[in-house]
C-alpha cells in the first residue's frame, strides 16, 4: 500500500529533504531510526515517493553494522551471481541483493505513520526551509566528465519456469552496440524474471523503443515464449571519468556526486551517506549536516580517484567494440579483489593487479588517458557539447 502523505503541520520539523528517490528516503529513514525525537518533512515534486524501481546490490558492500536495519529493504537474496563473455563464463559466489520501491516505501511507512516523517507531494520545498539536504535528481555540473549507464528493463512473468537459477549481472555474449552492451537478469522467482538491455556510453541518449525491441528479441531467442510484461523500468547513470568539483552543499545523491564510479551503483554510498548524516544529528544537531556531508564529499571523491582513472580507461582508452574485452579479463581476476572492488576497498597490490598485464587497451591511450588534471584541461579546451 502507498504511504499517505501526513498533512499535520503543528510545528516545525529539524529537517528537510527535497526528492522522494533512494537516497532521500533512505537517508530520511536512517536519520529517523538513529534519533528517536527528529521530525523530517519531505518535499517530493511527482505524486508519489520512491518512483518505481529495482535497486542491486552486493551483500558485502553495506558495512556489516549497518545490514540489519537496513534487511527491510531487500527483497530478494541470491547466494551467487553469474558473468557470460564471448570467452569466459563464471559463477561467483558473492552474495547479491535486490529491493525496490515498494520495499523502500514500507521501510519508511512507520514514521509516516507516525508523523514523524511529514511527506508534501507534488510540491516543491519553501524558500526559507532549514537546514535542507537536497536528494533531488543528476545533472552534468562543468566540473564534472562522465561516460553513461543506460539501461531498460522489462518485468516479464513466464507460463512455464524460466530456468534463470541465479542472477547474471552481465551476458556480454550478445552483439555489442553503442558501446559496451550486456543483458542483465534477476530471478524474482521461477516464472518472475527481470531482464535488463544495459549499455556503458559515450552518451546519454536512450532509445526506449529500439531497445525495447532488442529485450524483446532476446527473450526470444531463449525460449520464454509464452510471458507477460508485468513492468517496464529505464535509466540513465554517470559513470564519473574526472571531476574537480569542490562542493559545500548538502546534495547528497547522485546529483551530490555520490555513486562508485566504475559501476555505478547507487545503494552502498546512498546508506552510507544516510548513516553519516545521522550519525552527525546524533552528535551536534540537525545545522551539522552541511558540513557532514561537504567532509563526506570530499573524502568519497578523493577515494574514487582510482575508479575514475579506470573510467577513463575504458570509455577514451578502450576501442568501443572491444570494451568487453576489459571486463572480461577483469572477472578472471581472484574472488577478493572483485569483492574489494565493489565495496571500494582495493588495495595497492589489487589496484596494480587490474592494470598490471596484456593490456586490453592500447598503451598509447592509456597513457594519453592517465592523467585527471591533464584530461580535464584537454575536456575543457574543447568546449561544451554541440
Known sequence: MEPQAESREESLADLVISGAGLSGLVTAWRCLSVNPGLIIDLYEISDRIAGDHTWSFNATDIAPELRDWF???????????????????RVLPIGYRSGNSVTLRNAVAPFIAAGRLRVHLGRTK?????????????ALRDDEFAGWQKFVGHVIRTDEPHGVKRPVIMDATVEQIDGYRFMY????????????????????????NAIGDRIERYIAGKGWNDYKTVRREKGVLPMMMATDRRDDSAKIGLGGGFAVAATGFTVPHA????????????????????????????????????????????????????????????????????????????????????????????????????????????????????
Open 71 to 89: 534487511a527491510p529493504f531487500v527483497a530478494h537474496r541470491w547466494p551467487d551471481y553469474e558473468v557470460r563473455f564471448p570467452d569466459r563464463r
Open 126 to 138: 519553501p524558500d526559507d526551509a532549514a537546514p535542507h539536504i537536497d536528494a533531488t535528481g543528476f
Open 185 to 208: 537478469l534477476l530471478p524474482f522467482s521461477d516464472r518472475d524474471l527481470l531482464v535488463e538491455d544495459t549499455y556503458f556510453s559515450d552518451d546519454p541518449h536512450l532509445s526506449e
Open 271 to 386: 546508506v552510507e551517506v544516510a548513516d553519516v548524516i545521522a550519525q552527525a544529528i546524533l552528535r551536534n544537531g540537525p545545522s551539522a549536516v552541511p558540513g557532514a556531508v561537504a567532509d563526506f564529499r570530499a573524502h568519497h571523491l578523493r577515494r574514487e580517484t582510482y575508479a575514475r582513472l579506470l573510467n577513463r580507461m575504458f570509455f577514451r582508452a578502450a576501442d568501443p567494440s572491444r570494451r568487453y574485452v576489459v571486463l572480461q579479463r577483469f572477472y578472471g581476476l581472484g574472488e577478493g579483489l572483485i569483492r574489494r572492488f565493489y565495496r571500494n576497498g582495493l588495495t595497492a597490490r589489487d589496484k596494480a593487479r587490474i592494470l598490471i598485464g596484456k593490456p586490453p587497451v592500447p598503451v598509447s591511450r592509456a597513457l594519453a588517458n592517465f592523467s585527471e588534471k591533464a584530461f580535464i584541461r584537454r575536456e575543457r579546451a574543447k568546449g561544451p557539447p554541440s
